[in-house]
């Protein structure tokens, strides 16, 4: 895919209702962070994005740092997605990054990973997640060269990629690490929507950032139904864009 191709393609989400809100989609090429406080379905979003993929031909890669693959697996049965089908057709492959041995790990990311992917001939990417990935590292300057070293890995692939992060809680649009907003092109926030009374009475998506694309800036409400993620973008007008 040539660099202008790339500024013009939008790869579809997966996610019924946030395309609308972004356009048609990601901008090819892309490294999105999407953040959230747990239950907010960071992983499940990722596994959606993926087998929405390998849907369309394109291969995939879970990166996991958190899950084991058994495990992540049975989460993507649970939507009746067809993962086994897709690990069999080689359309994805789910790689365990061990947090148990930090220096492997690192030095994988660091120095091996963008032959790795550019190996596999994925299209979209995603890893999860980066809030563990930091915590392998001794202090800000290590965290923060694992970060770019990661982001520049996945953006030579060409691929398309997701990075999950827990949110802060005391700040819940900005990541724990307060880093990774910063190697990404865009910034998805889920979270928890709130009634009156301060009580959490759903959840809420909102596009922080995303560079090179007009977008909706409202904050929407979503679901994580028996199929996945879904967005309701009529539920409020949009922003301008």
């Known amino acids: 895919m040539s ?7 939008k790869v579809p989400t997966g996610v019924s209702g946030l395309d609308e809100m972004l356009g048609g989609g990601f901008p090819a090429g892309h490294v999105v962070l999407v953040t959230g406080l747990p239950g907010t379905g960071k992983t499940c979003f990722a596994l959606q994005f993926l087998l929405d993929g390998a849907s369309r031909g394109e291969k995939g890669v879970f990166l996991s740092l ?19 089908a897709a690990v069999e057709k080689g359309m994805l492959k789910v790689v365990r990054l061990d947090p148990k041995d930090a220096r492997q790990s ?14 596999l001939g994925a299209k979209r990417i995603a890893l999860d ?18 970060l770019f070293a990661l982001a520049a890995a996945c953006r030579e692939s060409g691929a398309t990629t997701i990075l999950t992060a827990e949110a802060d809680p005391l700040h819940p649009e900005v990541s724990r690490d307060g880093l990774s907003e910063y190697v990404a092109d865009g910034v998805l926030v889920l979270g928890y929507s709130r009634g009156p009374d301060g009580h959490r009475v759903g959840l809420s998506l909102r596009i922080l950032k995303m560079r090179r ?29």
């Open 129 to 146: 997640s980066v809030s563990l990935l930091n915590m392998l590292s001794d202090d800000e300057p290590s965290r923060r060269a694992t």
């Open 106 to 119: 690192l030095h994988r990311i660091q120095g091996e990973l963008g032959r790795e992917l550019a190996t």
């Open 3 to 9: 660099g202008s191709e790339s500024k013009n393609t």
């Open 213 to 241: 694309t007009s977008h909706a800036r409202t904050v929407q409400p979503y679901a994580i139904g028996p199929t996945g993620l879904s967005v309701d973008s009529k539920a409020v007008d949009f922003g301008s864009p």
């Open 66 to 84: 958190e899950e084991d693959v058994p495990q992540l697996l049975e989460t993507a049965r649970q939507f009746r997605w067809p993962v086994d």
